[in-house]
């Protein structure tokens, strides 16, 4: 089964805490209502990183992030990525952990996200249920945004794939 990369946007690509901003990091301004607009942070190399990590694991990327569809309409563009799939988790008990489990099933797993701490009797269950394949849930300060050592982390787990 093909491996899966899952990727919040707030934190591991918009480092929303860091003050200043990393200097490889550059605004843009994404509408939000009729006359307010957002303000987000993004390293444009991030797209070319994450697609060479999914082609080099042969990994799908997928977007679980409160973005939702937006992700694919205000961020994925601005780092040059295609359509990702979008793991919806409307309502759901327990954060995205039961959404990203139904979508990623038996298949190994990178996720990229900055609240792992949110949920921890969720995170355990998550983790306990996937033991017997790559799960791997990497922690991305949203201080410092996806960094090389996180990349890097990524191709480890999955260097321990069939």
Request: glycine share 6%; no cysteine.
């Amino acid at each position: 089964m093909k491996p899966l990369i899952v990727i919040d946007v707030d934190g591991p690509l918009n480092p929303w805490s860091a003050h200043p901003k990393p200097d490889n990091y550059r605004p843009f301004d994404i509408k939000v209502g009729w006359w307010r607009k957002l303000r987000v942070w993004l390293d444009p190399e991030h797209g070319d990183q994450l697609r060479q990590l999914a082609e080099e694991t042969g990994a799908e990327l997928a977007w679980a992030t409160s973005w939702m569809h937006r992700a694919n309409t205000e961020i994925g563009p601005r780092l040059g990525l295609p359509e990702l799939k979008v793991i919806e988790f409307h309502d759901e008990h327990g954060w995205k952990y039961p959404a990203v489990a139904r979508y990623a099933y038996e298949r190994p797993l990178v996720w990229f996200d900055d609240d792992f701490g949110l949920h921890p009797e969720r995170n355990r269950e998550f983790v306990h249920k996937r033991r017997h394949l790559t799960t791997a849930l990497i922690d991305v300060d949203p201080g410092t945004g996806i960094s090389a050592q996180h990349l890097s982390e990524a191709r480890k787990a999955f260097s321990g794939n069939p």
